[in-house]
């Protein structure tokens, strides 16, 4: 066997250990929590399931930062944890105030990252926050649409604005890479319509 060869074998192997066996692995695990039971049995259902998907419906790799801040994304689920439970009440004023909600606004927010991976788990942690939602994605421009709950003053919207981009640094600096942090400290290009 030739040395180019060894290296083609050695570099697949090293790639199917950083993508193929951390996505069966999430899979196995999705398929238990789906059937709601632990058993050998559904853990080996699981495996089959998922390296069927994987094998007969392969995905390109997606490119993940090797870089993970535990203090950080310690800080980012307490801090966002504290924006569901706040927007989670304000919410629920909102559903039973007798004059119920009067206005609503869609909210155009510049992101930092360029990276699809980050902007993304970006994306969904600010969707997640009751009250907005993410209704449009612009990767390319690095820009998202939120549609955000009973916004009658300006400074509402702005507030919105920037709890968007503050969950969007916490995101970054948790688990980004370093040219997302590098991003981070840039700053934003100027919205043009």
């Given at each position: 066997?030739?040395?180019?060869?060894?290296?083609?074998?050695?570099?697949?192997?090293?790639?199917?250990?950083?993508?193929?066996?951390?996505?069966?692995?999430?899979?196995?695990?999705?398929?238990?929590?789906?059937?709601?039971?632990?058993?050998?049995?559904?853990?080996?259902?699981?495996?089959?399931?998922?390296?069927?998907?994987?094998?007969?419906?392969?995905?390109?790799?997606?490119?993940?930062?090797?870089?993970?801040?535990?203090?950080?994304?310690?800080?980012?689920?307490?801090?966002?944890?504290?924006?569901?439970v706040a927007?989670?009440?304000?919410?629920?004023?909102?559903?039973?105030?007798?004059?119920?909600?009067?206005?609503?606004?869609?909210?155009?927010?510049?992101?930092h990252t360029?990276?699809?991976?980050?902007?993304?788990?970006?994306?969904?942690?600010?969707?997640?926050?009751?009250?907005?939602?993410?209704?449009?994605?612009?990767?390319?421009?690095?820009?998202?649409?939120?549609?955000?709950?009973?916004?009658?003053?300006?400074?509402?919207?702005?507030?919105?604005?920037?709890?968007?981009?503050?969950?969007?640094?916490?995101?970054?600096?948790?688990?980004?890479?370093?040219?997302?942090?590098?991003?981070?400290?840039?700053?934003?290009?100027?919205?043009?319509?």
């Open positions: 066997m030739s040395d180019t060869r060894r290296i083609t074998n050695a570099r697949r192997i090293a790639v199917a250990w950083r993508y193929d066996v951390p996505l069966v692995a999430g899979l196995t695990v999705l398929w238990a929590l789906l059937w709601g039971s632990w058993t050998p049995l559904t853990l080996l259902c699981g495996l089959v399931v998922a390296l069927l998907v994987t094998q007969l419906l392969p995905l390109p790799p997606v490119p993940l930062s090797a870089r993970f801040s535990v203090p950080s994304a310690l800080r980012f689920l307490v801090v966002w944890s504290g924006f569901v927007a989670s009440f304000r919410v629920a004023w909102a559903a039973f105030r007798p004059r119920g909600v009067r206005r609503s606004s869609i909210v155009l927010v510049q992101l360029t990276s699809e991976m980050t902007f993304t788990l970006a994306t969904i942690a600010i969707s997640l926050v009751p009250g907005s939602y993410v209704a449009d994605v612009d990767l390319r421009h690095r820009r998202i649409l939120l549609h955000v709950l009973d916004t009658e003053r300006l400074e509402q919207v702005d507030a919105e604005r920037r709890t968007a981009l503050r969950i969007e640094a916490m995101v970054i600096r948790a688990l980004g890479s370093r040219q997302d942090v590098s991003e981070l400290s840039e700053p934003l290009p100027e919205v043009v319509r």
